[in-house]
């Protein structure tokens, strides 16, 4: 079945960074632009990036622009987020997403930016 998990959530200071990982299985990894959402609480949730099914085109919201990177490594069905200059505004929980004529979605994983 189709599975998106993802890891490397965690407690960080304000300007530290993090790096979280999204292992997909069960679907064509490669034929579908992949995703990151974030939802704090009682926030609607936001997307944050996004980048096609080859990689080769990425976008970001405005609010982590310059900050995070989003990126995949088809040949290991993978989807990662480096996240530097962290700020308390960017606690969340972090969603992977694979978008395609469906949408999957992982469990999520909390990152904590806190002092």
């Known amino acids: 079945q189709v599975q998106l998990v993802e ?3 965690g407690l960080v200071q ?3 960074s993090l790096r979280l990982s999204c292992a997909a ?3 064509t990894f490669s034929r579908y632009t992949m995703r990151w959402y974030r939802q704090a609480p009682g926030k609607e949730r936001e997307l944050v990036a996004t980048i096609t099914s080859a990689g080769d085109s990425m976008n970001y919201a405005d609010s982590v622009k310059g900050r995070f990177t989003i990126s995949r490594d ?3 069905n993978m989807m990662y987020l ?3 200059g962290l700020k308390p505004a960017d606690t969340a929980v972090y969603y992977c997403v694979a978008d395609r ?3 999957y979605w ?3 994983t909390q990152v904590t930016v806190s002092s």
């Open 101 to 103: 004529a469906v949408r």
């Open 74 to 76: 088809n040949a290991k």
């Open 106 to 108: 992982g469990q999520g």
């Open 82 to 84: 480096q996240m530097n």
């Open 7 to 9: 890891s490397g959530g």
């Open 25 to 27: 299985s069960g679907f």
């Open 14 to 16: 304000p300007g530290g």
